[in-house]
């Protein structure tokens, strides 16, 4: 499967974004799917993932309340609605892709995911 993330941006702190990743090339519906991200100088870390059926989602700490991971399973995208941001959300964001048997596990364990997309870079200004 292929991911193109989008919709990355400058946006000043309390601001909002919604990113984008669109998947080609493989059936979307069997693949949980996650959002990662590096900021500079720091390791790629755990945002989001969603189950494969939508039904369930898991967050990082420091992102829960502020943001969003969805699906649309009949466009083939998985967003992430991210609200209330902060300078420390800056950095690049990676959706990710694992295969799964199970409609409703999620992972967030990076190694675990199969498909990577390029990254969009987020910058949030104080």
């Known amino acids: 499967v292929q991911l193109q993330a989008s919709g990355g941006g400058l946006v000043q702190a309390g601001g909002s974004l919604r990113l984008s990743c669109a998947a080609s090339?493989?059936?979307?519906?069997?693949?949980?799917m996650g959002w990662f991200r590096q900021a500079p100088g720091k390791e790629r870390e755990f945002v989001a993932t969603?189950?494969?059926?939508?039904?369930?989602?898991y967050y990082t700490d420091s992102v829960k309340g502020r943001f969003t991971i969805s699906r649309d399973n009949g466009k083939s995208t998985v967003y992430l609605q991210m609200n209330s941001l902060k300078p420390e959300d800056t950095a690049v964001y990676y959706c990710?892709?694992?295969?799964?048997?199970?409609?409703?596990?999620?992972?967030?364990?990076?190694?675990?995911?199969?498909?990577w997309g390029q990254g969009t870079l987020v910058t949030v200004s104080s």
């Open positions: 990710a892709a694992d295969f799964s048997w199970m409609a409703t596990t999620v992972t967030r364990d990076q190694n675990e995911y199969d498909y």
């Open positions: 090339g493989s059936t979307f519906s069997t693949y949980i």
């Open positions: 969603v189950s494969r059926s939508g039904s369930n989602t």
